[in-house]
């Protein structure tokens, strides 16, 4: 008996490709039952409907599967509003998790990301693999199969010798979670400045549970990011491991980084596209350099904080206590 499927999509100012996302959706072999959409900002969203010339009744009725809640930009929160929309999920057995620029590429994603959670009740969450979009540089290409292979695997705690920081990779990009375990597990972290879906891995797989990887499961997702935009985000993943300690404090991802420059390297070296390779060393020293003093946020000026990070709402929401 096919499992009920519930989507929980966080948008903020989406673009046209949210709207093909919402599409892909309604068209899965495994149907979707009902898409929660948490937009931040409502005058974002209505921009686009102005776009496209599309009334808020013409997309209720083109997406019938779709509801649509707003929240201001001071009450987001990457762990928080992905609860805000769990809870909207009732009856669901398992929900899929997405974010609005990443896109399907068929019709058999649910299904893929379904199979390791019906054969294992000892899986909390698959995730799938993310394949770079086609105007993506080499570098992003490159980058996206090193982190999503083509095979699919299961990840427990015991792995964390020998895989370190990975064992906990889980990407929200898009993953499917096990709703009754999830709601157990109070759900995600919140006052969460980026990273909720590994501090939520690891708390699971610290408690016994199981993470798949399914290579099968495919959506286009990728950016082209500049060296000041990657800085920001790495910033901000250096404070969310310093936020929990717990989680982070044995995990050593330096190397882990090591091994990827050098990866990525030697295929730009084979594909022969070295020209691409200085803008990728400085991007990588602007992404190492953030993510060491995000890492060291503490010690920094407050405002120097706010700059370096690509989150400001979450400075502005929480007192020097909270964090």
Not at 239 to 256: C, D, L, R, Y
Request: charged letters at 25%; hydrophobic letters at 35%; proline letters at 4%.
């Amino acid at each position: 008996m096919s499992k009920i499927i519930d989507c929980v999509i966080p948008t903020y100012h989406p673009t046209e490709r949210f709207l093909e996302l919402l599409s892909m959706l309604g068209e899965q072999s495994l149907p979707i039952r009902r898409v929660h959409v948490i937009n931040t900002d409502k005058e974002g969203f209505n921009a686009l409907l102005q776009h496209i010339g599309m009334s808020e009744a013409e997309f209720a009725a083109r997406y019938p599967f779709t509801d649509v809640e707003h929240i201001n930009p001071s009450e987001f929160d990457h762990g928080g509003t992905r609860n805000r929309g769990f809870f909207k999920c009732a009856g669901a057995d398992y929900v899929l998790l997405m974010t609005q620029d990443a896109l399907p590429c068929d019709r058999e994603l649910t299904g893929k990301l379904a199979e390791p959670l019906d054969e294992d009740a000892g899986i909390i969450a698959s995730y799938a693999r993310q394949v770079a979009n086609p105007n993506a540089t080499a570098v992003e290409r490159y980058s996206r199969a090193f982190n999503y292979p083509e095979e699919s695997f299961v990840k427990s705690q015991a792995d964390f010798e020998r895989l370190g920081i990975r064992t906990y990779f889980c990407s929200n990009v898009c993953a499917m979670y096990r709703k009754e375990a999830l709601e157990k597990l109070s759900g995600f972290p919140e006052h969460m400045i980026f990273n909720e879906d590994m501090v939520f891995a690891g708390r699971a797989m610290q408690g016994g549970w199981r993470i798949a990887y399914a290579a099968g499961a495919r959506v286009y997702h990728s950016h082209n990011y500049g060296p000041i935009q990657q800085f920001r985000r790495n910033f901000d993943l250096g404070v969310s491991q310093a936020m929990h300690p717990e989680i982070f404090s044995g995990a050593k991802s330096e190397g882990e980084g090591v091994r990827y420059v050098k990866a990525v390297l030697q295929m730009l070296r084979e594909q022969k596209a070295l020209g691409e390779a200085p803008g990728f060393l400085l991007t990588c020293g602007f992404r190492l350099v953030g993510y060491q003093l995000g890492k060291n946020y503490r010690k920094l000026p407050k405002g120097l904080v706010r700059t370096f990070s690509s989150n400001r709402h979450f400075w502005d929401r929480h007192s020097e206590q909270e964090i």
